[in-house]
């Protein structure tokens, strides 16, 4: 009798034949999707009276290993709207193939009547959300800014589930909970972000970027940033943080041996 651990529970081979495997299936289903490999994170964004502010890192990491550092996440669509993504860098390149795509068809097509960042976020909402229910995600957090119909200010969010939000600022990845509590005293509702300049909007940002650099292990310090208006969008794609000071280390605790 076979007495191996593999063998209990079976049926004996000598009694009832060699065990048949072919019932079973011999591979599952396709998940790599579901497990990102080279990841960007966060991108920031905030009104100001006459537009949209959007920053991003060029850091592409694979797992914890800053791999890319010249990953450019702001895409530019149609020259009115901007669309921040962090998240799967593979499936942020499909998604700009899409864009793309769909950028030749409308200007094609449309008659000079284009889509705006407001049609555009709703159209990335119905892709993410059908991909979701296909069980086939794409693994990103996009934010979306730009003008609406009537010439106002437009910032939404997207998750890889098709949940939809929008407010006066926002964050995607780590910056949602570092960056956001900054930027919310820039702007706590629309109509305090109606009065907030172009100027102290771009400051805000390169402050919360500084402060992701700081404490983000995922981020770097160079970074794309555009601003988004009626007049059009004006896209830097190599910036780098300026007065950086790590002074403030000496005062954390509970690490190490810095203990007390």
């Known amino acids: 009798m076979n007495h191996l651990?593999?063998?209990?529970g079976r049926p004996r081979d000598d009694v009832y034949g060699s065990y048949d495997h072919t019932y079973l299936q011999s591979h599952g289903p396709i998940t790599h999707t579901q497990s990102p490999s080279v990841t960007g994170t966060s991108v920031l964004a905030a009104k100001?009276?006459?537009g949209v502010v959007v920053a991003a890192d060029n850091l592409a990491s694979y797992g914890s290993l800053a791999r890319f550092?010249?990953?450019?996440?702001?895409?530019i669509f149609n020259d009115t709207t901007i669309v921040g993504i962090g998240g799967d860098v593979s499936?942020?390149?499909y998604l700009e193939r899409m864009l793309h795509a769909l950028d030749v068809q409308e200007n094609y097509s449309s008659g000079g009547n284009g889509l705006n960042a407001k049609n555009l976020h709703t159209y990335l909402a119905k892709v993410m959300y059908k991909r979701r229910s296909d069980m086939n995600p794409l693994w990103n957090a996009t934010l979306v800014a730009g003008m609406d119909s009537e010439g106002r200010p437009f910032l939404s969010s997207v998750d890889l589930l098709g949940t939809t939000f929008s407010a006066p600022t926002l964050a995607t990845g780590f910056g949602a909970h570092l960056a956001q509590p900054l930027l919310r005293k820039l702007a706590e509702d629309d109509e305090s972000a109606e009065r907030v300049t172009k100027e102290?909007?771009?400051?805000?940002i390169k402050a919360a970027m500084k402060v992701l650099f700081?404490?983000?292990?995922?981020s770097m310090d160079r970074y794309s940033i555009a601003v988004v208006t009626k007049e059009g969008v004006e896209l830097k794609q190599d910036e780098k943080l300026e007065n950086q000071?790590?002074?403030f280390a000496d005062k954390i605790r509970g690490y190490g041996t810095q203990v007390n």
């Open 200 to 204: 102290a909007a771009v400051d805000a």
């Open 91 to 93: 499936d942020m390149q």
């Open 5 to 8: 651990p593999q063998a209990w």
């Open 48 to 50: 100001f009276k006459d």
């Open 245 to 247: 000071s790590w002074a």
């Open 69 to 75: 550092t010249d990953v450019k996440r702001l895409r």
């Open 214 to 218: 700081y404490r983000d292990a995922r």
